[in-house]
Nanobody
Framework: QVTLVESGGGLVQAGDSLRLSCAAS????????VGWFRQAPGKEREFVST????????YYADSVKGRFTISRDKAKNTVYLQMDSLKPEDTAVYYC???????????????WGQGTQVTVSS
């Protein structure tokens, strides 16, 4: 069993930065790939980024490529999402998820956090 807790969200202005954290408990977390997803009001949950269990592979949605950076600290059982040059369209609840597969599909992740709100004002 893996429990995920996101933190680091907040209200910022366009162009600012935020770093989200996904802290995990559970012995298997470091064996899992971890993804970040987001959901804006009235929209479906969408893929943002993912990192492999080793931290050696990363993948980004086109909408965030070059602005967001995913990383993980295995000693701290934590995955980070550094978000730079934020835009109003980045406003959403951000979720981290863990699972065995290398995938952008939300339904293929086994464990989810409760989400953290990111609001970017123009």
């Amino acid at each position: 069993q893996v429990t995920l807790v996101e933190s680091g969200g907040g209200l910022v202005q366009a162009g600012d930065s935020l770093r989200l954290s996904c802290a995990a408990s559970g012995y298997a977390f470091n064996d899992y790939n971890v993804g970040w997803f987001r959901q804006a009001p009235g929209k479906e949950r969408e893929f943002v980024s993912t990192i492999s269990w080793s931290g050696e592979r990363t993948y980004y949605a086109d909408s965030v490529k070059g602005r967001f950076t995913i990383s993980r600290d295995k000693a701290k059982n934590t995955v980070y999402l550094q978000m730079d040059s934020l835009k109003p369209e980045d406003t959403a609840v951000y979720y981290c998820a863990a699972g065995p597969g290398w995938t952008t599909r939300a339904y293929q992740y086994d464990y989810w956090g409760q989400g953290t709100q990111v609001t970017v004002s123009s």
